[in-house]
């Protein structure tokens, strides 16, 4: 079965901190791609970062980077710099490379306190 | 370049009422995806399709249709609304061809079932 965890349904911050969100996930593929999505009031879904699992090296994307540990099957997220427009719902998400369908997490809604 | 677009943004209906939410996308994208998102929850996924003609049920099926006749299309049918079908809906897509591509996202349809 393919499952995605976020252990955490909310986390807060201090404004200019940093926060890392945790995911782990299920799977017995061995070629697959991870995704953050941010959801903020507004409703809309938009990506954070993405990772691919063949690769080593963490992706990064500004203010955002992964942990991505393969063998432990964690994608955790890590905010630097916090910012109030960060406050949202966080999700993580997986797609098998000869897959169709994506796998989302339950979330972790993202406080920052000013 | 519009991207998916959802409409109604917002719709009552009343038990037993039936309606269609509509999605379309102008990316071109072969996969095609329809998900249920309950307060303080995650996504789950009711239907997708990998082309014109062709669907498959997901993790929620029950009380919904979909029908793909074009690339761009993909609705969603309620037949016999239920409360338990209150819920914002969100249609997705995706390129098959690029699997480390993500999903793009419209932006919802808020559905209260009364």
């Known amino acids: 079965a393919q499952t995605v965890t976020q252990s955490q349904p909310e986390m807060s911050v201090q404004e200019a901190e940093t926060v890392t969100l945790s995911c782990t996930y299920d799977t017995s593929e061995s070629d697959y791609y991870l995704f953050w999505y941010k959801q903020p009031p507004s409703r809309q879904m938009i990506l954070v970062i993405r990772?691919?699992?063949?690769?080593?090296q963490n992706a990064t994307e500004n203010r955002f980077s992964v942990n991505f540990q393969k063998a432990a099957k964690s994608f955790s997220l890590k905010i630097s710099d916090s910012q109030l427009g960060d406050a949202a719902m966080y999700f993580c998400a997986y797609r098998i490379i000869t897959g169709n369908q994506f796998y989302f997490g339950t979330g972790t809604s993202l406080t920052v306190i000013p | 370049n519009a991207g998916v677009t959802q409409t109604p943004k917002f719709r009552i209906l009343k038990i037993g009422q039936s309606m269609t939410l509509q999605c379309t996308q102008d990316m071109n994208h072969n996969y095609m995806y329809w998900y249920r998102q309950d307060p303080g929850m995650g996504l789950k996924l009711i239907y997708y399709s990998v082309g014109a003609g062709i669907t498959d049920k997901g993790e929620v099926p029950n009380g919904y249709n979909v029908s793909r006749s074009t690339t761009e299309d993909f609705p969603l049918r309620l037949e016999l609304a239920a409360p338990s079908q209150t819920s914002v809906y969100f249609c997705a897509s995706s390129h098959h061809d690029r699997p480390n591509q993500p999903q793009h996202f419209g932006d919802g349809t808020r559905l209260s079932i009364l």
């Open positions: 990772q691919e699992a063949y690769k080593q």
